[in-house]
């Protein structure tokens, strides 16, 4: 994989479980169709059949806080060098669903695990690339809870108290605070289309609509 270089726009979704993202990227899949861009929909951990097998070990299986990093940068290796990487030098504009920010709320805050590691393993890894723009979905982890409890079984993370995601609320702000020009805070706490229009906002405003 060569330094980032490519055309297209790379696209990332945010927040913790049940803040509502993954039920908004379909449609901004479309939306930005409509304006004339090519899109692909991947997400994290995952994307490629290699990540994928690994998003099922790290979702379900029993592993201690460094297995856990190093399954998901091994994951998302994979998923940059057969998938993103290609996309964005083909002119696409790639939708993921979750990125690095990621890694550094739950793994670094929620689990607590050496944000400087994450760091050199982020550099490692990605070789300089980021998104051009993620959208985080920020919920009041108590709304989030609710929303997943009515949703689905949970999985190695879903099952984590409050006091869990509250810290993964505060590893997302300390990302934002580091990188603010790439990240545009949603209330996702609000209706569907009051979000959808906070999505579309941030879009029009960096002229991709």
Not at 164 to 173: K, M, P, Q
């Amino acid at each position: 994989m060569t330094a980032p270089s490519a055309s297209g726009r790379f696209i990332t979704l945010e927040g913790i479980d049940g803040a509502g993202k993954s039920s908004h990227i379909d449609a901004l899949a479309a939306w930005l169709r409509d304006h004339g861009h090519e899109v692909v929909v991947t997400r994290e951990p995952g994307g490629t059949e290699l990540a994928e097998r690994l998003r099922e070990l790290v979702l379900h299986a029993p592993m201690d806080a460094l297995t856990e990093v190093l399954l998901v940068f091994a994951a998302r290796r994979d998923h940059l060098v057969h998938a993103i990487e290609p996309a964005l030098a083909g002119g696409a504009t790639v939708l993921c669903d979750r990125f690095t920010d990621a890694t550094f709320a739950y793994q670094g805050a929620g689990r607590g695990f050496d944000l400087d590691i994450l760091a050199g393993l982020e550099d490692w890894v990605q070789r300089g690339r980021q998104p051009d723009l993620t959208l985080w979905f920020r919920v009041a982890p108590a709304t989030a809870a609710a929303r997943r409890a009515a949703a689905r079984s949970p999985d190695r993370f879903e099952s984590q108290g409050q006091d869990f995601f509250e810290r993964v609320d505060s590893g997302y702000a300390a990302r934002r605070v580091a990188a603010p020009q790439r990240f545009a805070e949603l209330d996702a706490g609000a209706d569907r289309a009051a979000v959808w229009a906070q999505i579309e906002a941030a879009l029009v405003q960096r002229g991709w609509g």
